[in-house]
């Protein structure tokens, strides 16, 4: 497609189960992005990918939450035993290598009941 | 570590009137890129505008201009002749030069247009 792609839209689930929210970023961007984006809050990262460089996992607020890109496309973001606290948007973006803008998907908003 | 600061969480104006979104931000690099995103009701954060810190022109995109005061550090968003597609959230966001990476975003100020 021609802008970034994230499934799924919404999704809630109970506390203590996991989940995966996935980004298909812009064809030939080489860097992705994860944020976070709770109520009244302006956007938390989370993590990045650039290329087959080790990704900077700083952002993560806890081992709960870990993220994979597979061959440099597709990311996938998993939160394992969901908090209440994990409810947000999840926003994923793309950029070709060398830019200063980020390309937004539509985000995946979580609820955790 | 670089803080962006959006001090109006509101702003309202009327259609066709003329609305300012202020940002300051806080860094010790002299060459950073920022810019400002609309987020609508859809999510998805869209480009407004961006401004590279090495050009002292301020950046125009059509009825959305900045005003970039370096050594302020402060970069407002003028939105002219406001119509009612742009009432949305609005963020301000900071990126370094060089190999930075990481946005920093404001917390937003949400546009309210009124008919």
């Known amino acids: 497609g021609a802008g970034v792609s994230q499934s799924p839209s919404n999704k809630v689930t109970e506390k203590g189960k996991d989940v995966e929210l996935r980004c298909d970023p812009i064809?030939?961007?080489?860097?992705l992005y994860w944020y976070r984006q709770s109520l009244g809050q302006g956007l938390e990262f989370l993590i990045y990918?650039?290329?087959?460089?080790?990704?900077?996992k700083s952002g993560l607020p806890s081992d709960r939450f870990s993220a994979e890109r597979t061959g440099g496309s597709v990311s996938t973001l998993t939160i394992q035993r969901t908090q209440q606290e994990d409810s947000a948007v999840y926003l994923c973006?793309?950029?070709?290598?060398?830019?200063?803008?980020?390309?937004f998907g539509e985000g995946s908003r979580l609820t955790v009941l | 570590a670089q803080t962006v600061t959006q001090s109006q969480p509101e702003m309202s104006v009327q259609e066709a009137e003329t609305v300012t979104l202020s940002c300051t931000y806080d860094?010790?690099?002299?060459?950073?890129?920022l810019f400002w995103y609309k987020q609508p009701p859809s999510r998805q954060m869209i480009l407004v505008i961006r401004?590279?810190?090495?050009?002292?022109q301020n950046a125009t995109e059509n009825r959305f201009s900045v005003n970039f005061q370096k050594a302020a550090k402060s970069f407002s968003l003028k939105i002219s002749d406001s119509q009612l597609g742009d009432a949305a959230m609005y963020f301000c966001?900071?990126?370094?030069?060089?190999?930075?990476?990481?946005?920093?975003f404001g917390k937003g100020t949400l546009l309210t247009v009124n008919p």
């Open positions: 973006a793309s950029s070709p290598i060398g830019a200063g803008e980020l390309f």
């Open positions: 990918f650039q290329g087959n460089s080790a990704p900077d």
């Open positions: 966001a900071y990126k370094g030069g060089g190999s930075n990476y990481k946005l920093t």
């Open positions: 401004q590279e810190a090495y050009k002292q």
């Open positions: 860094t010790s690099e002299s060459d950073y890129y």
């Open positions: 064809s030939g961007h080489t860097a």
